[in-house]
Structure formats: C-alpha cells, structure tokens
C-alpha cells in the first residue's frame, strides 16, 4: 500500500481521533461495495487507512516511518477473528461498516474485560417451605382447627416493592437497564453486545425520594395466620399446601408456597393406626380368655364416651384378633364415609404357675369333659418354667 493514508481518508496528518472516525464513516457509507456508488478497491482502502490511524501506535510509526505496520491490516476482516475459533456472524452495519453479532457474552467479557454478566432473569416463583406440624391423635378423629401465626414479608404497598416513593428513568441507560456496548475488535469490525447497566444495576430506575411507607427496605412483615383445618378422614403424614404464603422476596415476582405435613402426635398407648382401622393390643386374663371380658377403652377418641368392647365367646387364644366394625379411624377423604374398624390383638396374659388343687381339677374335668387323669403328679426334678 503505497498511498497516503491522510489522503485515503481526506483528512490533514493533524487530524483528531473524531475526525479520522468520523471521515471513514462517511467514506465508508459512500464507497461500501454494496452501495451503487460502491468501489470495493476504495472501500478496503479506507478500511485499512482507518485501521492504521484509529490505532495510536501504528498510527505513530506510520507517521515516523511512512509505512505502515508489517503485520498489516488482514484483506479479509474475518481472518484475523477466524483464526481464533470465534463463531460468529458477518453482516452489513448502518454504515456500511461489517458489524459482528456476537451472541455469547462471556466470551466479550473475556475478551474486553467487560462487566460481568448481564442480569439475571428473576426467577417468577420462588421455593416451597416445608414444616412438620403436630397433630393430635384426637384431633385426627374428631377434626380441629389450627391457627398458626407467623411474620410473614410482602412487597410494600404504597411503592410495589421498589422501595421508592419517586423514581426517574435511569440516565446511562435511558431507563431500559442495559446498554448496548459497541467495540471495535478488528478492522472495521465492531462489537455489539448488551451489558447491564452498571449505574442503576439493571434496574433502569433511579430512586429520587425513598418510600416512607418501607423506609426504602422494599418489603414489610407483618404476623399472618394460616386457618389449617384438619378434617376427619385426614392422615398422618397428609399435606396441606397454602399457596403462595412464603415471604415476598426481591428475587422473585411471586412467594412460593408452605406446604405443611401432618404429624400425628399423642397416639394413646397400645394403639396403632392403619389407614381407615385401628389396631389396639388388649391384655386379658387367662380366667377372661376362657370365661370372656368386658372392657371400657379409656384412650379411644369416640365421643360422648369411649367404647366398650366385650367377648362372651369360647375361649380366646393368645394372639387372637377381635374385630369391631365403625370403632376404626374416620374414613378416608371424610365427608361421613364413615369409620373403619377396630381390631383388638388379644395378649393372654398367664396366670401363675400353681398346679390345679384336686378339687379344682375335677371342676374342670365336669366342665371340659375328658377322663380325670390318675397319678398324675407333676414333672420330677426341677419345676417347669413357663415362659410368655
Ligand atoms: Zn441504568
Ligand atoms: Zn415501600
């Protein structure tokens, strides 16, 4: 390249950084091979004159030796970002100057030293909170309303959440939030990339009088109470979802939910609790296992009273089962289905070990029948030991 670059670009050796740009737009706009007025030979002309004199140190050693850098401005603009791998796509600019659209940000921010990413997306809901909540056994059967209190935060009203009374359009970025960066990163090629805005950290606004309502902190707490209604029918276990009662937060447009799950507690002793039945272990007597039993189940939640369950039949074998229809829990998904059963697990509980007097024994034998057994004495040696 032997012409004069000053003259390439009609511009005088004293021309200002603004004068040599601003010449090359216009030149660039004129000449662009596009254009009907188009000279491509013209065009790469004013390109690599501008490329050597927009850069201050080649510009320099231009000016001192007369020629230009031995590296040279590449003839095809895509070489020199070709060669690194970098994708990206190559159009017409509003000047005809080729701009690079640049999709992956971090790479410009690697590559400038640019400012961090842009700002993230608030997420539009944010986490569920869960808690255990103690239910008592009772108050599964018969149903009971729970009221619990806690703070609970939302974006303060009079301001949505902003924490400011009066805003105005952030300057720098003209309130969008972001600004659209342009760098040069080659010859006639320019970057444009969009960076959040740094003054106003993505907002767009500015704060010109803080709300009095929030004193500027954005949300406000306030003690709110969650009616949980546990109904017969219910389980153990069982959730209750209350949508969208978690606190407000800045990071998100909408408050998760409390999702609670139902703990029974206070479950009366002796009793177990299987879907729509109870299981309740009944210790009786030897006497009651052969003769029958009337008990009063104290612990049972039945109202006005608790139940009482008896067995007038043969005799009852230890680990025998009792069954009691509508004693059992109220039914599941309530609404009156009803209750499920009762079973009692019978637990004979021995009596001591004495032998039967010869009296009691032939009592026994008029009874169950059977020839009296004669010379009969017991086991020799050490007494039997009888375990339960
Ligand atoms: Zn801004
Ligand atoms: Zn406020």
Redesign the pocket.
Known sequence: MSSDLYAVLGVPRSASTDEIRSAYKSLSLKHHPDRPTGDEAKFKQIQEAHEVLSDPRRRSMYDATGSIDERGPPMNPMAGMAAGGIPFSFMSGPFGIPEVHFNMGDMLNGMFGGGGRPKQRRAPVGPNKHHEIGIRFVDFYKGHLIKLKFNQARKCGPCGGSGAEETEP????G???S?MMMRQIGPGMIAQTQMP?E??G???KRTMKVCRGCQGKKMLEAEKQLDVHVQPGMRDGQMMTFAGQCSDSPDFDAPGDVILKLQCVEMPEDYEWKGDDLWVTTRISYKESVLGFSTTLATHPLTPGPPVVSWQGGPLLHGAVLKREGLGMPKAGGGGKGFGALYLKIVVVPPPLVPWSSEDAAKLQSVLGGAASTGLTGFPGEPLVFHA
């Open positions: 952030c300057g720098p970025c309130g969008q939030g600004r805005c003054v106003c993505g907002d767009g």
